[in-house]
């Protein structure tokens, strides 16, 4: 079989005045080689590039015109695209690359071509708009897929759904579906109540693991139940031991006692209240009274058997504070839930009656010098009042525990026991006969001499005390059992103890109503109260023998102990329902 060779490709040799480097387009007319053509071949392609060099003229200025008209430089590149070259070679190549036709191309008879669009203002690589590299990814049917095709069995559509119906139920489960598995899955506290550490069986105070607790750890178990003077049981709420030495009370020390740094001007103390004069060393609470200059004063505070010293333990209703007058005024010592004149300005009318009022005083002067009642049952509506309602007597009385003081006829010692309250009886005179009020041991306990004055009327009863508890040598327990029945206010009383017995007690009836001063009955305390300590110095309460008092002068407390009735309910709080007190603080 006899085969003609295809033709070499021309080589191009740069002019002397054209660049070398510069690519020259293909001819954009025909130049074949002279050969013999086989009828079963077709004619190869020529690249010859005479004829371009016979249309570009010589020199720099038609190399620049050639470039920008596309005939220099327009068909090199991958992108580069020679339709014409094709068609004078009687070949198809589909696409923008410039490669010559494969061997099975060859073989082909040409297609028709279409003719050739010339323009003389456009070059061809800006008009020609063949297909981009980049369009079989932009192609849907590339791979022989019809994506506008649809199936309910597909098994990628049914992926899909699947996912996002995982998706939703998690997210139900989560945010509806958990919390209510775990509400009625969950193991209910041993504690009872609520909150953060829960509510305790009182229902008011939390307990918070970690921190102090109302009851100190080192209370004895023995000390958690009491039998009261009534034989009822009563448990114990709240304890201190005073155990862990080197406690500071300044404010925000501590989670149950604040000391105050103020002069306790109401009694004309000589001493001011310092923070620093109290800590606890020993397994005791020491409060200490020196003798130095302090604010103007001559004395600090925060005990040897001398006159002058005024130790106290006192509670006193939560609505006033003490040593502040503004809190106490028209509160202290009130203790009355009637709308009389007993709730009047010195308890009198604006008539001037009752006459006793005016000479009830032990003295013969006027009975009371206080300012009214300034929560009283006589309260207007809408009116300032903590409630819970306006026709509610509100007040500040006082119990003491203990208020010790010498008796300089025998120079023993002794413990004043009272209940401050107001209105007045005449003359101060409260109802000391039995069974209103029992003394026990009349041996070493009597009724008080001072029975009030014009601003207080005292309930109080005195007795003697072990001179060995002095000077830091031993000790005595205080204290006072103190019940009220809001519905069945006859049943209230307070008893107190020193020494550890009973000493003395009053009921109800102690506090009656009296048709002289024409005040109704005055009321066991129903308000919550708070505890007060303190070692202080007052010529009102006793006068000082300055040439036997030892300074440093200290009182120890070995512990404080708070129990309450069975079956108490609200009784560890300072804001009782019945007797709210916060938000009038507040």
């Not at 190399?63 to 068909?75: E, L, Q």
């Not at 333990?313 to 504070?321: A, F, P």
């Not at 300005?345 to 006027?366: C, E, F, I, M």
């Not at 029975?451 to 009327?457: A, D, R, S």
Request: charged share 15%; glycine share 10%; net charge negative.
């Amino acid at each position: 079989m006899s085969h003609t060779s295809r033709p070499r490709r021309a080589q191009y040799a740069a002019g002397p005045q054209e660049y070398a480097a510069v690519p020259q387009s293909p001819s954009k007319g025909p130049n074949r080689a002279s050969s013999s053509r086989q009828p079963t071949r077709p004619p190869t392609r020529n690249t010859s590039v005479s004829s371009t060099q016979q249309l570009l003229q010589t020199g720099r200025g038609a190399i620049a015109a050639g470039v920008a008209t596309g005939a220099i430089g327009g068909g090199y590149g991958p992108y580069s695209y020679h339709p014409d070259s094709g068609r004078e070679a009687g070949a198809h190549n589909g696409t923008r690359f410039s490669s010559s036709p494969s061997e099975q191309q060859s073989m082909l008879p040409p297609p028709e071509m279409p003719p050739v669009q010339n323009t003389s203002t456009v070059p061809q690589y800006l008009w020609d708009k063949g297909p981009d590299l980049d369009d079989a990814l932009h192609n849907p049917d590339i791979h022989g897929r019809d994506d506008n095709s649809f199936t309910i069995f597909s098994a990628r559509g049914w992926a899909n759904a699947g996912a996002l119906i995982v998706l939703v139920v998690a997210l139900v489960t989560l945010f509806a579906g958990y919390p209510l598995v775990w509400w009625y899955t969950r193991t209910a506290p041993k504690i009872s109540g609520f909150n953060l550490g829960g509510i305790n069986s009182t229902g008011q105070i939390p307990d918070l693991p970690g921190l102090p607790k109302l009851i100190d750890a080192d209370t004895p178990d023995t000390a958690f139940t009491r039998v009261g003077s009534d034989g009822k049981k009563y448990n114990l709420v709240y304890s201190d031991e005073f155990n862990t030495d080197g406690r500071t009370f300044f404010p925000g020390d501590d989670p149950f006692w604040e000391a105050v740094d103020l002069h306790y001007w109401p009694t004309g103390d000589l001493e001011w209240y310092a923070p620093d004069a109290i800590t606890t060393q020993g397994g005791q609470l020491v409060i200490t009274l020196t003798e130095e200059t302090y604010n103007d004063l001559n004395f600090k505070s925060g005990s040897p058997l001398a006159p002058g010293l005024w130790p106290g333990v006192w509670s006193m209703g939560n609505l006033g504070r003490a040593g502040y007058g503004a809190t106490t005024e028209g509160m202290w010592p009130y203790s009355y839930d009637t709308c009389d004149l007993g709730t009047f300005p010195n308890q009198t009318a604006r008539d001037g009656t009752p006459a006793a009022a005016a000479t009830g005083s032990s003295d013969g002067g006027p009975l009371s010098f206080l300012p009214g009642q300034r929560l009283s049952a006589c309260t207007c509506p809408g009116s300032d009042h903590p409630g819970p309602k306006v026709s509610n007597g509100r007040g500040v009385p006082e119990i003491d525990i203990l208020e010790a003081q010498v008796d300089v006829d025998v120079f023993q010692g002794q413990v004043s026991q009272s209940f401050q309250c107001a209105p007045y009886n005449y003359k101060y005179e409260f109802n000391n006969a039995t069974p209103a009020t029992a003394i026990y041991n009349s041996d070493i306990t009597s009724l008080n001499s001072y029975k009030g004055g014009v601003f207080q009327q005292a309930v109080s009863a005195v007795s003697y005390v072990d001179s060995a508890n002095y000077d830091g040598q031993g000790y005595s327990t205080y204290g006072y059992e103190w019940f009220f029945d809001q519905s069945n206010r006859q049943n209230g009383y307070i008893a107190w103890f020193s020494g550890g017995v009973e000493t003395w007690s009053i009921t109800s009836a102690s506090i009656g109503p009296d048709p002289v001063s024409q005040v109704s009955s005055r009321l066991i305390p129903e308000e919550p109260m708070y505890l007060v300590l303190n070692l202080g110095m007052a010529p009102g309460f006793q006068k000082q023998d300055f040439k036997h008092l030892k300074f440093p002068s200290k009182m120890y407390v070995d512990y404080i102990r708070i129990y309450q009735r069975q079956g108490t309910k609200n009784g560890v709080t300072c804001d009782p329902p019945n007797h709210p007190t916060s938000a009038y603080i507040e």
